[in-house]
């Protein structure tokens, strides 16, 4: 398949789902929300089992091992996350090899779980399925309790050599390398697929969902946002709602989730019962307990406290000073974009270089 068939895709307007099918999948929907709601305190770490299913979404520069390790180990070790994505490996003309797989994703040295117990999935992405599925192999060898396959990054440098979203025009190339991957890997590991609703619409989005969905994704979990609206508003959660109706595997919701009532707007309008959550964990990282009804807000004090954990913990993995103060400042400026109250803090350290100051200024009490 050459890149110009992508640019030739038309989402098939018969091959969206009728009004009355989705009718039947929001009524089931909210009986199955009900049911997951009643058992939320129970970690899922798939989307299809017990229990509800909270994964913390993969964020490239962001969630790397030292993140997942502090998240996942909050409240001793009962953070409320599923699953943990791995930051992107990019796969292009070669496999990538087992030392750089082990360098992103150390926790494949202790059978690819953090230290409190939780999976982490190896996220891949890239357009060729052979060096793809190799890699996968690879992974899976090493350890690594699943694989997801990203076609959802925006990023124009990734897009333009292939990879991420751009794979959203050409839902047949999806289901190839889902399916080329599927085989490469054993079938107790799942393979699953992470997508936006489409490149500029959301018209195709069955006929992704149905693409990652016959290659043999596990579960297919989409961001509600076009590929043109990079992280724009608005979500679209009630789009998802088609995707649900025209498979049969399980649909993870992503997208703007930031305080516990979300989940039920959220499944309402997606008719999903399991969701991911990225941006807002960084503001609110108790919200995967929280929304298990395990635990309320944390105090500003609490967050302040964990970002300064945070710090060591880069330190004692080997960053430099200046990479995780840097670090620090991205997780505050996130952190400010959802609450207030972590404004001020940030506008206090935004221009300050030394550690030292900087963490004077976040003990507050
Ligand atoms: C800085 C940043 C880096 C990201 N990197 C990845 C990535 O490596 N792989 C991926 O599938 N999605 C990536 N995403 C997208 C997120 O996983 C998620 O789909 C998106 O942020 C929407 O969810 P949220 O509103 O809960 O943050 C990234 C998002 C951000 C903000």
Redesign the pocket.
Known sequence: MTEGACYQFVADPSARVGEDVLEDTRRAAAARWSAVRSRRAEVARRPDAPGLYLAL???????DAVYRELMTGLFGGASGISVC????VRVTREPVPAAVLLREIPELERGGHTRAGVPVFV?L?GGDAEPLAETARVAAALGAPGI?L?F??PAKTVNNHDG?ATLLKAPQRIAAIVGRVRDAVPAEIPVTA?V?IGWDSGAGLEEIARAAASGGAAWL?V???TRAQL?QPP?HWHELARARAAIPIPVVA?????QPGDLDACAAQSCCEAF??????MARPELFAEGRGLRGRLELAELLAIVTEYHDALRAAGLGEGRAVARVK?WLR?AAELDGRAAPHFAAIKAEVEWATIRARLAVS
């Open positions: 979404a993969p964020m490239d520069g962001i969630t994505v791995s930051e992107f996220q992405l997801d990203n959802g990054c991420g992470k936006r979990t961001h509600a946002r992280y979500v992503n997208g703007d989730l930031r991911m959550i990225g941006r807002a964990a991205q996130l």
